[in-house]
Nanobody, 112 residues
Framework: QVQLVESGGGLVQPGGSLRLSCRAS????????ARWYRQAPGKEREWVTT???????NYADSVKGRFTSSRDNAKNTVHLQMNSLKPEDTAVYYC??????WGQGTQVTVSS
C-alpha cells in the first residue's frame, strides 16, 4: 500500500522560508517522478514542480527562482524548499508520485 505523508507547512511572514517534506512508503521515489501541487482557497489545484527519477527539476513560472525541489533517497523523501514566500503562495501543498498517488496535503500560509 502506497502512502505519502507531507509535513513542514505552517504560518510564515512574507519573505520567509519553509521546507516541505513528503515521505513515501510502498513506493520508491528514486525510480519515479515526484510532483508538488498546491490549491489555494477557491482555486483549482495547480502544478508547482516535478522532480524526475533522473534528478531533473522543472518549476512553474510563478515559483521559479524561489522554490527548489530535492530528494533524499536514503529516507525515500522529497523536499520542497520555499524561499521568498509571498501571500499568493498560500495554499494546501500536495505531493504526488507516479502520477497516481497523493498525500493528504500540508497547509502553507504566508501572512504578516
Amino acid at each position: 500500500q502506497v502512502q505519502l505523508v507531507e509535513s513542514g507547512g505552517g504560518l510564515v511572514q512574507p519573505g520567509g522560508s519553509l521546507r516541505l517534506s513528503c515521505r513515501a512508503s510502498g513506493i520508491i521515489f528514486s525510480i519515479n517522478s515526484a510532483r508538488w501541487y498546491r490549491q489555494a482557497p477557491g482555486k483549482e489545484r495547480e502544478w508547482v514542480t516535478t522532480f524526475t527519477s533522473g534528478g531533473i527539476s522543472n518549476y512553474a513560472d510563478s515559483v521559479k527562482g524561489r522554490f527548489t525541489s530535492s530528494r533524499d533517497n536514503a529516507k525515500n523523501t522529497v523536499h520542497l524548499q520555499m524561499n521568498s514566500l509571498k501571500p499568493e503562495d498560500t495554499a494546501v501543498y500536495y505531493c504526488s508520485v507516479a502520477g497516481e498517488y497523493w498525500g493528504q496535503g500540508t497547509q502553507v500560509t504566508v501572512s504578516s
